[in-house]
Structures are given as structure tokens and as C-alpha cells.
Nanobody, 117 residues
Framework: QVQFVESGGGLVQPGGSLRLSCAAS????????MSWYRQAPGKERELVAT????????NYADSVKGRFTISRDNDKKTMYLQMNSLKPEDTAVYYC??????????WGQGTQVTVSS
């Protein structure tokens, strides 16, 4: 079955960096665009970044553009999110999934990112 295991979160000071990983299984990883999402307490889940399946085209939310970098390793069936210059407003649980709302029925456990001094 389809599974996502997110890791790499933690507590970091403002201006710091983290690298998140998403290990996927149960589907042909290389055939799907993949996305990172995040959900802060009391807020709706929001799209952070997307990477295409075919040519690696990347798109980012305006709030993270220039600070976050999404990438993928199809051989390892793993996606990454390099987060630099972190801000307190980046605090959230981060999730990965196949791109598109039709896949929103199934999620992993997510990984908590807390940016605080």
C-alpha cells in the first residue's frame, strides 16, 4: 500500500537550516509529481513546494521561495526539502504526498519543524 515516512524535523533557531526527507513506497515514485505540505496549529494544510515527475520542474509557495529547495531521488524513492533561513512562521508539521488534491485521503505521520529562539 501507499506509504510516506517523513523525517528530519526538529527544533531550530531562526535563521537556521533543516533538511527533510520523505521515503515513499507502494507506487511508482518516478511517475508522479510530488509535493511538500505543511500545517501549523489552527491553520489549514498548505502547499509548500512541488517537483514534477518528468523534468524536475519546481514550484514554490511565495512564502518559501528563495529559502527552500525541493529535490528528489527516484532511485531511492525519496524526496527532500532543504530549508534555509528558517523563520518562526515556518513552524508546522510537514507532510509529503503525491501532488494534487485527489491524493489527500492518505497521509504519513509528518515531521514537526519548530523555529524558535
Amino acid at each position: 500500500q501507499v506509504q510516506f515516512v517523513e523525517s528530519g524535523g526538529g527544533l531550530v533557531q531562526p535563521g537556521g537550516s533543516l533538511r527533510l526527507s520523505c521515503a515513499a513506497s507502494g507506487f511508482t515514485f518516478s511517475a508522479y509529481a510530488m509535493s511538500w505540505y505543511r500545517q501549523a496549529p489552527g491553520k489549514e494544510r498548505e502547499l509548500v513546494a512541488t517537483i514534477s515527475a518528468a523534468d524536475g520542474t519546481r514550484n514554490y509557495a511565495d512564502s518559501v521561495k528563495g529559502r527552500f529547495t525541493i529535490s528528489r531521488d527516484n532511485d531511492k524513492k525519496t524526496m527532500y526539502l532543504q530549508m534555509n533561513s528558517l523563520k518562526p512562521e515556518d513552524t508546522a508539521v510537514y507532510y509529503c504526498n503525491r501532488a494534487g488534491r485527489k491524493f489527500w485521503l492518505l497521509w504519513g505521520q509528518g515531521t514537526q519543524v519548530t523555529v524558535s529562539s
